[in-house]
Antibody, heavy 119, light 111 residues
Framework: QVQVVQSGTEVKKPEASVKVSCKVS????????MHWVRQTPGRGLEWMGG????????IIAQKFQGRVTMTEDTSADTAYMHLIRLRPDDTAVYYC????????????WGQGTLVTVSS | NFRLTQPQSVSESPGKTVTISCTRS????????VQWYQQRPGSSPTTVIF?????PSEVPDRFSGSVDSSSNSASLTISGLKTEDEADYYC??????????FGGGTKLTVL
């Protein structure tokens, strides 16, 4: 049975950074494609980046380049998303989403992590 | 990057059929698989359609997906609407650089 469990709610000040974790059970991280998606209040889903099946590296959406780092601890089957230089408009629910069969089709999602950026 | 455009909202009565469209701005809709996700308030998205027209085993066959190359769009059709189908629905696809894009989402009201 697959479980995807994220870290808890965060409250940060502008210019701070946040690191969200995502632990996967039922699959090894090396078997899946890990991605990060955010959802701002009352708005839609926005892909931030994730596993690139072309070369096995991480691909980051242009909007977030220079501010986000995505890493994995394969020994703990846990992925991390680190976002720096936070702004109030980064206030959102951050999801990890995984593809188990096809890299860019997300069949399991974490429960979401609310990150609030406010002075 | 390309865009996926969905209607902001649709509404229909219980028992009826509704279709939600998802139009791709550039690149062929048929070249990259389209997924559809259902998101109820306060919950994470779940897959209702993957690979253009495949359903996860737990999704009822009232849900179906299709792709139309002539309009460069994908569609999600829900038949025999139930009040429990009321949710936001998002289409998703990608491009030849493996960048992922979501549609803006469609709020389905069943009234």
């Amino acid at each position: 049975q697959v479980q995807v469990v994220q870290s808890g709610t965060e409250v940060k000040k502008p210019e701070a950074s946040v690191k969200v974790s995502c632990k996967v059970s039922g699959y090894r991280l090396t078997q899946i494609s890990m991605h990060w998606v955010r959802q701002t209040p009352g708005r839609g889903l926005e892909w931030m980046g994730g596993f690139d099946p072309e070369d096995g590296e991480t691909i980051i959406a242009q909007k977030f380049q220079g501010r986000v780092t995505m890493t994995e601890d394969t020994s703990a089957d846990t992925a991390y998303m680190h976002l720096i230089r936070l702004r109030p408009d980064d206030t959102a629910v951050y999801y990890c989403a995984i593809g188990t069969e096809t890299p860019l089709e997300f069949d399991f999602w974490g429960q979401g992590t609310l990150v609030t950026v406010s002075s | 990057n390309f865009r996926l455009t969905q209607p902001q909202s649709v509404s229909e009565s219980p028992g009826k059929t509704v279709t939600i469209s998802c139009t791709r701005s550039s690149g062929s809709i048929a070249s990259y698989s389209v997924q559809w996700y259902q998101q109820r308030p306060g919950s994470s998205p779940t897959t209702v359609i993957f690979g253009d027209n495949e359903r996860p085993s737990e999704v009822p066959d009232r849900f179906s997906g299709s792709v139309d190359s002539s309009s460069n769009s994908a569609s999600l059709t829900i038949s025999g609407l139930k009040t429990e189908d009321e949710a936001d629905y998002y289409c998703q696809s990608y491009d030849n650089t493996n960048h992922v894009v979501f549609g803006g989402g469609t709020k389905l009201t069943v009234l």
